[in-house]
């Protein structure tokens, strides 16, 4: 009897650089994408910074992850939301945000959705698990 | 759902956060500095005012007891480690970390 596929959710509050949580947390996401998981990724609150495109850290001296974040959508990992107030409560626009991969077909650059929190909260309680980072 | 809060609402806004993203039947946990939500008559109060008409609303005993709050907004329960896990064991929860 196959088993049903189980649905994680990946939220990510916390801002970049500051602590080590995004970076970890996107660790974990690159492991759990070689399972058979339904994966998907809410940015929320400061961690909304994490998908801003253009961050450079080389004055930090740290690897950034802006790299990273554009394989997602090689690892699979397609299901990624910004939560829309917390954009736009930080000032920025769906025009700030990275790119997380290519369309197979067209080449053209694929970003996370943004999305109101009634979405968001409908997606969480479908979930078997959710991970905050 | 089960929410876990652990955070001050004096400190961070992680509660209001969390009551934006709660639906109807969803369970909150206050818990570690996240109790501090619940002294009744606070500046933060109106939170759970606002937030006790669409779900239960649950301080962890021990973390109370430790901060000496005893006067909690009305429609608080609280609950002990062992309703603590028995709120894990009945549903999914996120960590309002």
Redesign the interface.
């Known amino acids: 009897m196959a088993e049903e596929v189980k649905k994680i959710m990946f939220?990510v509050?916390?801002a970049p650089h500051g602590s080590i949580y995004v970076y970890e947390g996107l660790e974990v996401k690159l492991i759990m994408a070689a399972y058979d998981a339904d994966i998907s990724v809410v940015f929320?609150?400061d961690g909304v910074f994490a998908v801003k495109q253009g961050q450079d850290t080389k004055p930090l001296g740290i690897k950034g992850f802006e790299a990273t974040y554009g394989a997602l959508v090689d690892y699979e990992i397609t299901k990624v939301f910004v939560d829309r107030?917390?954009m736009e409560e930080r000032g920025m626009t769906e025009e700030d945000l990275l790119v997380i991969g290519e369309d197979e077909d067209t080449e053209e650059p694929i970003k996370p959705q943004v999305v109101g929190?009634d979405e968001?909260?409908?997606m969480?309680?479908e979930?078997?698990?959710?991970l905050?980072? | 759902m089960l929410h876990t809060v652990n955070k001050s609402p004096f400190q961070n806004t992680t509660l209001e956060s969390c009551i934006r993203f709660v639906r109807p039947g969803d369970v909150i946990l206050l818990l570690e500095d996240g109790v501090l939500a619940a002294q009744a008559g606070s500046a933060k109060s109106a939170l759970l005012e606002e937030a006790m008409g669409k779900c239960e609303i649950y301080a962890l005993e021990a973390d109370l007891k430790a901060r000496a709050l005893k006067e909690l907004v009305p429609g608080v329960k609280t609950t002990d480690y062992s309703g603590f896990v028995d709120l894990v064991e009945q549903h999914t929860t996120h960590s309002w970390l």
Do not use: G, L, P, W
């Open positions: 939220t509050r916390k929320m609150d107030q917390s929190s968001i909260a409908a969480m309680a979930q078997h698990n959710i905050s980072f």
